[in-house]
């Protein structure tokens, strides 16, 4: 037979194939969308939480406390009025090297030449160079000649050729046009500042305020600034999982140690791509997601994966491609960040997630993620579990208390198996939101654990599960 006639098969085949049952309609990958202006419309955010979305994330670089107060009670009473519950995330925004204030935007050629300089020092000058002010007091003391600064998420590149008076001085290399108080990165350095600033404390008052259910810190280099948000946030009352915002070489090379610390992990492949060569970011994000499989904790997949969409009702077939390889990569969720927040179409976004999460997620059974050790002899039996659901097509229900049991299951990842999770403990029901294949169902256990069981079983007929 010709490949294409092979080809014209298969696709026959499989648009005219019965249902695979469960393996079929379930969906296991979560997804994250960020609130924004396009998202807070009613119609829309009825839309987003009733089509599937799992967690609601917010940005703290864009968001004043006012407008969170006001927008998580939206959110929650739209939950309510429709009967179906998101998390939610506080995304703090870190401390970050930026350009100075700029009263309208200069566009910069390649090999014109730049001078970067601390604000709080005197600006050096020279004919023909364009002096670039930075919040950054150590960039002369950390940059060398040879070095790399990166302007405006990679959009601008300089060579640092000499440190003098104070300054770096570079050639363009990337030219293009630089606008007022653009992000820098310093690819290779090891960045002088803290893991939270004044206003990131703020902001963590703010999520223990209004109850949020994870916090994503950015910029994690080391298991240190984990420990130190965690330290943070005991002091202030707020019992928040923390996700890990790996998007530096730093943060690349303690990954194990990051990924111990952490309650979960978010693949930023935003400042990641532009610190690291655009070439090594795939193996990059595989990296940080087998670290995450083998150290059973949940990761994230952000940035880019429909930025198409904010403009073009549909993707490109990059943006499906990439959407699909962090779900074979078996991705706890999905991120969707300007593509919902401003976006034109969130909606369509959101379902282009879900339709190339079923359509990817189908595997065969028999291979559970082996790089998750299980040393104890419930755990192994939760193994056990897993290869037996596989087997028969089936789904399997806990009831927990700590979350732990579900947990563990959707760290083996069984193909095609949904894990209904039954819990009494609200917090633990909203952080299972973001563990692959995890169905949390919030109820009340009775004394009777025949009773609870025979309930729980009518609430998952009543609702077609």
Same mark, same amino acid.
């Given at each position: 037979?010709k490949?294409?006639?092979? +080809?014209?098969?298969?696709?026959?085949s499989?648009?005219?194939?019965?249902? =695979?049952s469960?393996?079929?309609?379930?969906?296991?990958?979560?997804?994250? /969308? %960020?609130?924004?202006?396009?998202? =807070?419309a009613?119609?829309?955010l009825?839309? =987003?939480?009733?089509?599937?979305?799992?967690?609601?994330?917010?940005?703290?670089?864009?968001? !004043?406390?006012?407008? #969170?107060?006001?927008?998580?009670?939206?959110?929650?009473?739209?939950?309510?009025?429709?009967?179906?519950?998101?998390?939610?995330?506080?995304?703090?925004?870190?401390?970050?090297v930026?350009?100075?204030?700029? !009263?309208e935007?200069?566009?910069?050629?390649?090999?014109?030449?730049v001078?970067?300089?601390?604000k709080?020092?005197?600006?050096?000058?020279?004919?023909?160079?364009?002096?670039i002010?930075?919040?950054?007091?150590?960039?002369?003391?950390?940059?060398?000649?040879?070095?790399?600064?990166v302007?405006?998420?990679?959009?601008?590149?300089?060579a640092?050729?000499?440190?003098?008076?104070?300054?770096?001085?570079?050639?363009t290399?990337?030219?293009?046009?630089?606008?007022?108080?653009?992000?820098?990165?310093?690819?290779?350095?090891?960045?002088?500042?803290?893991?939270?600033?004044?206003?990131?404390?703020?902001?963590?008052? $703010?999520?223990?305020?209004?109850?949020?259910?994870?916090?994503?810190?950015?910029?994690?280099?080391?298991?240190?600034?984990?420990?130190?948000?965690?330290?943070?946030?005991?002091?202030?009352?707020?019992? +928040?999982?923390i996700?890990?915002?790996?998007?530096?070489?730093?943060?690349?090379?303690?990954?194990?140690?990051?990924?111990?610390?952490?309650?979960?992990?978010?693949?930023?492949?935003?400042?990641?791509g532009?610190?690291?060569?655009?070439e090594?970011?795939?193996?990059?994000?595989?990296?940080?997601?087998?670290?995450?499989? +083998?150290?059973?904790?949940?990761f994230?997949?952000?940035?880019?994966?429909?930025?198409?969409?904010?403009?073009?009702?549909?993707?490109?077939?990059?943006?499906? %491609?990439d959407?699909s390889?962090?779900?074979?990569e $078996?991705a706890?969720a999905?991120?969707?960040?300007?593509e %919902?927040s401003?976006?034109k179409?969130?909606?369509?976004?959101?379902?282009?997630?879900h339709?190339?999460a079923?359509?990817?997620?189908?595997?065969?059974?028999?291979?559970?993620?082996?790089?998750?050790?299980?040393?104890?002899?419930?755990?192994k039996?939760?193994?056990?579990?897993? #290869? =037996?659901?596989?087997?028969?097509?089936?789904?399997?229900?806990?009831?927990?208390?700590?979350?732990?049991?579900?947990k563990?299951?959707?760290?083996?990842r069984?193909?095609?198996?949904?894990?209904?999770? /039954?819990?009494?403990?609200?917090?633990?029901?909203?952080?299972?939101?973001?563990?692959?294949?995890?169905?949390?169902?919030?109820?009340?256990?009775a004394?009777d654990?025949?009773? %609870?069981?025979?309930?729980s079983?009518?609430?998952?007929?009543?609702?077609?599960?």
């Amino acid at each position: 037979m010709k490949i294409a006639d092979q +080809a014209t098969e298969t696709l026959h085949s499989l648009a005219t194939a019965p249902p =695979l049952s469960m393996r079929d309609t379930y969906r296991h990958t979560k997804t994250v /969308f %960020t609130l924004g202006p396009a998202s =807070l419309a009613p119609e829309k955010l009825s839309e =987003l939480i009733r089509r599937g979305a799992d967690v609601c994330r917010i940005n703290m670089a864009h968001a !004043s406390p006012e407008w #969170v107060r006001e927008s998580v009670a939206l959110v929650r009473t739209t939950c309510t009025e429709i009967n179906r519950h998101v998390a939610f995330m506080m995304d703090v925004k870190g401390p970050e090297v930026r350009t100075g204030v700029r !009263s309208e935007p200069i566009h910069l050629s390649a090999d014109d030449r730049v001078v970067f300089y601390d604000k709080d020092t005197p600006v050096p000058t020279a004919e023909g160079v364009l002096p670039i002010e930075v919040n950054y007091p150590w960039l002369h003391e950390d940059l060398k000649p040879g070095g790399t600064v990166v302007v405006d998420s990679g959009l601008l590149h300089f060579a640092v050729e000499k440190i003098e008076a104070g300054g770096v001085w570079c050639r363009t290399e990337v030219g293009g046009k630089l606008g007022s108080r653009r992000h820098i990165n310093l690819p290779g350095v090891h960045v002088r500042l803290p893991s939270l600033t004044d206003k990131d404390r703020g902001d963590l008052a $703010l999520a223990a305020e209004v109850g949020f259910d994870f916090i994503a810190l950015s910029f994690v280099r080391d298991a240190a600034a984990v420990k130190g948000l965690r330290t943070e946030m005991d002091s202030i009352g707020l019992a +928040a999982k923390i996700i890990s915002k790996v998007e530096n070489h730093e943060g690349m090379e303690n990954i194990v140690e990051i990924v111990d610390a952490s309650d979960a992990i978010m693949i930023a492949r935003g400042d990641l791509g532009t610190e690291l060569p655009p070439e090594i970011l795939p193996k990059a994000q595989r990296t940080i997601g087998h670290a995450c499989l +083998a150290g059973g904790k949940p990761f994230i997949v952000a940035t880019q994966l429909l930025e198409s969409m904010i403009e073009n009702p549909v993707p490109t077939r990059a943006e499906v %491609t990439d959407i699909s390889v962090a779900i074979e990569e $078996l991705a706890d969720a999905v991120m969707l960040s300007g593509e %919902t927040s401003v976006g034109k179409f969130p909606v369509q976004c959101l379902d282009m997630l879900h339709r190339v999460a079923k359509e990817t997620e189908f595997r065969e059974g028999g291979i559970l993620n082996e790089d998750l050790i299980l040393t104890d002899p419930g755990s192994k039996l939760l193994r056990a579990t897993a #290869v =037996l659901a596989e087997e028969v097509d089936g789904g399997i229900v806990v009831f927990t208390t700590t979350g732990l049991l579900p947990k563990l299951l959707s760290g083996l990842r069984p193909a095609g198996v949904p894990i209904y999770a /039954f819990t009494d403990n609200p917090a633990v029901f909203r952080e299972l939101m973001l563990h692959w294949g995890i169905e949390p169902f919030l109820t009340t256990f009775a004394k009777d654990a025949e009773e %609870t069981i025979t309930t729980s079983f009518a609430q998952l007929i009543k609702q077609g599960w």
